[in-house]
């Protein structure tokens, strides 16, 4: 049983998954390391589970078939026996002994410790994948550089193996940390630019968007000047981030600073379920619009704005 119970003391983020075989993250074939922690609280985010820093417990009610194994092994009084109504957060401790009793993955932890020596080795495996189609190694969360010295570490680590290195982010760091811990081992930046508006990013996202900004502008230069592979990227959120006024004014504020291209990222409405099965609040679980997928027409009118303004869509 393990004893950990949050993020672990020597300032490594916990692992949330390593995902091989991943066309979505990046040229060619990828592996993603998902990183737990996020200085920005997204009310739609897509990965829920890589919000908070420390370790969670999951439950999906659907998994349980009432074995009462978990309220056996509860010491916090955290379970009730028979069909689970799942577990009482304010009681559970996190000390995941029912993750490892129930025989159907009803319940499961969120979140592992690995030291970067580990994760290497994992991701080294498929490096004979990268090689075949251009791909390589991506940091995801969410946010990678909340740790920036494991971030670079882990980073360095990949480049001296030779795979390409891949960082995907919020833009929410410090410059200083960011440039002398990770840029020296990335080859290739994607970061998200959600909302414009200050006031509207701060409701949504739980800060407002000046250090993004300030570090977006960064990027494109760097980009312009050829020292670093950088894609702006926007998720398209229903009545959201994908508004007209937002995105004509993400495509002339990219315009304006250089940015030849851009990509978006059609809305998932799957988090939902996975919010449910961490104990968040979903905020817009009552929202009907956000439990659907966006209709392809929208899309396509919506990418027709960046266009418009000069932008090629990746
Ligand atoms: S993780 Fe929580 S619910 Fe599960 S056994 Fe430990 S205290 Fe009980
Ligand atoms: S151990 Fe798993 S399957 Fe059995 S009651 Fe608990 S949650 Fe349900």
New binding site residues.
């Given amino acids: 049983m393990s004893a950990i119970t949050g993020a672990n003391s020597v300032g490594s983020p916990l692992v949330l998954e390593i995902k091989g075989n991943a066309l979505d993250d990046g040229p060619g074939i990828r592996t993603v390391v998902f990183l737990k922690g996020c200085p920005l609280s997204c009310t739609w985010c897509h990965n829920p589970e890589s919000k908070r820093v420390h370790m969670e417990?999951s439950f999906d009610p659907a998994k349980c078939i009432g074995c009462g194994e978990?309220h056996a092994?509860?010491?916090?009084?955290?379970?009730t026996a028979g069909l689970q109504p799942g577990?009482?957060?304010e009681?559970?401790?996190?000390?995941?002994?029912?993750?490892e009793v129930c025989p159907s993955m009803a319940?499961e932890?969120v979140g592992q410790e690995m030291d970067a020596g580990a994760v290497v080795a994992k991701v080294v495996k498929d490096h004979p994948f990268f090689e075949a189609s251009g791909g390589g190694v991506t940091l995801s969360g969410g946010e990678p550089t909340l740790k920036p010295e494991y971030c670079g570490n882990l980073l360095r680590q990949f480049k001296d193996e030779g795979i390409h290195t891949l960082l995907e982010t919020c833009g929410h760091f410090s410059w200083n940390a960011f440039e002398s811990a990770i840029l020296p081992w990335v080859d290739t930046v994607y970061c998200d630019i959600k909302l414009i508006n200050p006031d509207a990013h701060k409701r949504h996202c739980g800060t407002t968007n000046t250090r993004i900004l300030e570090n977006l502008e960064k990027l494109l230069e760097l980009s312009r000047l050829g020292d670093l592979d950088f894609l702006p990227r926007v998720p398209l959120i229903p009545g959201i981030t994908a508004t007209d006024e937002n995105i004509c004014a993400i495509g002339d504020y990219l315009k304006a600073r250089g940015a030849s291209r851009v990509q978006i990222m059609a809305y998932n409405p799957l988090w939902h379920g996975k919010s449910v099965k961490i104990g968040c609040d979903d905020l817009l679980a009552k929202d009907e619009t956000m439990h659907k997928f966006m209709e392809r027409d929208e899309v396509s009118r919506l990418t027709a704005l960046f266009e418009a303004r000069g932008l090629e869509m990746v």
């Fill in positions: 417990l978990c092994v509860c010491e916090s009084g955290a379970l577990p009482d957060r009681l559970c401790s996190r000390c995941m002994a029912c993750t319940l932890q």
